[in-house]
């Protein structure tokens, strides 16, 4: 045999098919050996069609799991008389002849999907086949659920950071910008004023630009930084509703309050989160800003001097 071939040995190979043994101890017909095959492979159910020459070890096994069952006639063997001598010669015990007989008798009542009556290319006309995927580590669809939530629980958490950093922010620009208006009033009583290029400039109004520059300040860091964090926070979480909306429709909470931010309506006009925050920030330039140009126009008038009366006092009357 060996001169007989030209080629090195693996050319004679089989180059698609592979070859797999069933557990030692287990027999056909076993719905769960193949089963543990197509998942071993990472091949889908849906996908997969089994072939074989007998009509209840096969394809009955192959209906049992859900695979197109293909009944190789071409190849039954099993009504022969040449059988016999087979199962004589063979390893099979006389257990395992007495099993096969049952399982032939039991096999007439089966009418398989597919019939391969001559050859094996038959299988064409039904088939296509193409390679499966590497077995993947897959999860469990319940698996992936939980996985899923948690994570969607912790994008919840992010952004709901996020936001109670960006009230903070608007807090402390309310806090410092109203410690500065007091010290404004303070200033303005006492009539303090500074002398710039023969300019008269009230004090406070020094202090009303340091207000307006720090609620500058609150805003860029509030807008450009913070919302945006809250923002690609809510974002995300709103994939993960969108991706598992179907098997976990109860996880649309970001979705909802997304929609009813933007819904909000003031003085008639919508105003979604990013609107709402530069109109509070607007709103507080404005005044910063009207404050600032009324100082320059006032004229603060110092405190009132303790004064002593040059006026004699009256005289007083006397009694005759």
């Given at each position: 045999m060996e001169k007989l071939r030209r080629h090195p040995d693996e050319f004679y190979q089989l180059q698609v098919t592979e070859t797999r043994h069933t557990p030692p101890g287990e027999l056909k017909p076993n719905p769960r050996v193949l089963l543990d095959i197509i998942k071993d492979i990472g091949a889908k159910i849906e996908r997969c069609a089994y072939v074989g020459d007998?009509?209840?070890?096969?394809?009955?096994?192959?209906?049992?799991?859900?695979?197109?069952?293909?009944?190789?006639?071409?190849?039954?063997?099993?009504?022969?008389?040449?059988?016999?001598?087979?199962?004589?010669v063979s390893h099979w015990t006389e257990e395992d002849v007495q099993r096969e007989k049952a399982i032939t008798a039991k096999g007439h009542n089966f009418t398989p999907t597919v019939v391969l009556k001559d050859s094996f290319a038959e299988i064409f006309m039904y088939c296509d086949f193409v390679k499966f995927d590497?077995?993947?580590?897959?999860?469990?669809l319940e698996q992936q659920s939980k996985?899923?939530?948690?994570?969607?629980?912790?994008?919840?958490?992010?952004?709901?950071?996020?936001?109670?950093?960006?009230?903070?922010?608007?807090?402390?620009?309310?806090?410092?910008?109203?410690?500065?208006?007091?010290?404004?009033?303070?200033?303005?009583?006492?009539?303090?004023?500074a002398q710039i290029f023969?300019?008269?400039v009230p004090a406070g109004a020094f202090l009303v630009a340091a207000a307006t520059f720090a609620w500058i300040g609150f805003f860029l860091m509030d807008r450009f930084w913070y919302h945006i964090l809250l923002k690609g926070a809510v974002d995300h979480s709103a994939k993960i509703e969108k991706r598992y909306a179907d098997a976990i429709p109860e996880i649309g909470l970001g979705k909802t309050i997304s929609e009813a931010s933007g819904n909000v309506k003031i003085l008639g006009i919508k105003m979604n989160s990013n609107r709402r925050l530069e109109a509070f920030y607007a709103g507080g330039a404005v005044i910063l800003t009207i404050l600032f140009f009324l100082l320059l126009w006032a004229k603060p008038q110092p405190p009132a001097l303790n004064r002593v009366s040059t006026n004699p006092p009256a005289a007083a009357a006397k009694s005759p």
């Open positions: 007998s009509l209840f070890k096969d394809v009955a096994m192959a209906r049992d799991v859900g695979v197109l069952d293909v009944h190789a006639q071409f190849g039954e063997s099993q009504r022969r008389p040449e059988y016999s001598l087979l199962q004589r590497e077995p993947a580590l897959e999860i469990e996985n899923a939530i948690e994570i969607w629980k912790k994008c919840v958490d992010v952004h709901q950071h996020f936001n109670d950093l960006e009230m903070r922010i608007r807090n402390f620009a309310i806090t410092v910008a109203g410690a500065l208006l007091a010290a404004v009033s303070f200033t303005y009583q006492q009539g303090l004023q023969d300019v008269t």
